[in-house]
């Protein structure tokens, strides 16, 4: 990490100890661990049937659609709808938003900041409300009053006249053959972009520790209770 870091005012807030996780989630609509450790199992799921003849897109292309399914699948009782802009999915509730992101390896590292793992268009850094910035993390010569808490965006979009928090489920896969993967995931909200369009700061981050144990590539069960063997 570079060494210009800055005013710590400037830096994100990682949320990575159990407790802390479950409190910070359950304040956004009553959200919970368990919620996104069945998200990303039903959608890791949805590739495990990837074989050596499978494309070179047909794991990401699956669990990228079944990912976005099963977000609004699962938070469906919570009061969340699905909706698409101009083929940026999102699940909305009455004062967030929540979108996916593929990040890099420092995905769920609450040591070091991942970045999008793809350029994002002018229309999604739009609508996200993102700020470009190439060093987010650098101390500005602002005034005392300006050196808050980086923010992430708001949603730029007129619905019903309601104000959202813009987090993405960010997500990372590390491949250990056909059909199986370890993923790492966090739930942030981003704050800026760069000249390029990777997002490369988020104001606030959840990390979500699924655990060390190994996905068995078994269908998920719903139940009231659910032991999810995930990582």
């Known amino acids: 990490m570079a060494n210009t870091l800055g005013n710590l005012a400037n830096q994100p807030q990682i949320i990575k100890a159990p407790q802390d996780v479950e409190a910070r989630l359950q304040s956004l609509v009553n959200l919970s661990l368990q ?27 699956n669990f990228y659609h079944n990912l976005v399914k099963a977000i609004r699948d699962a938070l469906a009782t919570k009061g969340f709808t699905a909706h698409s802009h101009r083929n940026i999915e999102l699940a909305l ?48 010569l602002l005034p005392d009053t300006e050196k808050l808490h980086i923010t992430g965006g708001k949603l730029q979009l007129t619905l019903d006249e309601k104000e959202r928090d813009v987090w993405v489920l960010v997500h990372y896969s590390e491949k250990l053959s056909h059909g199986e993967y370890l993923v790492k995931a966090e739930l942030s909200q981003p704050a800026t972009y760069d000249n390029k369009g990777y997002i490369n700061s988020f104001a606030n981050r959840i990390i979500l520790d699924f655990g060390q144990q190994q996905l068995n590539n078994a269908a998920p069960e719903f139940t009231d209770n659910i032991d999810f063997k995930i990582e």
């Open 93 to 140: 509730h009455d004062n967030i938003a929540i979108g996916v992101c593929k990040g890099d390896e420092d995905t769920g590292n609450p040591s070091q900041p991942p970045h999008s793992a793809y350029k994002k268009g002018d229309i999604t850094l739009k609508l996200l409300g993102l700020k470009q910035d190439d060093n987010p993390l650098q101390e500005k």
């Open 35 to 61: 919620d996104f450790a069945q998200i990303i199992q039903t959608a890791n799921f949805a590739r495990s049937d990837e074989t050596a003849n499978s494309t070179k897109i047909y794991a990401g292309t």
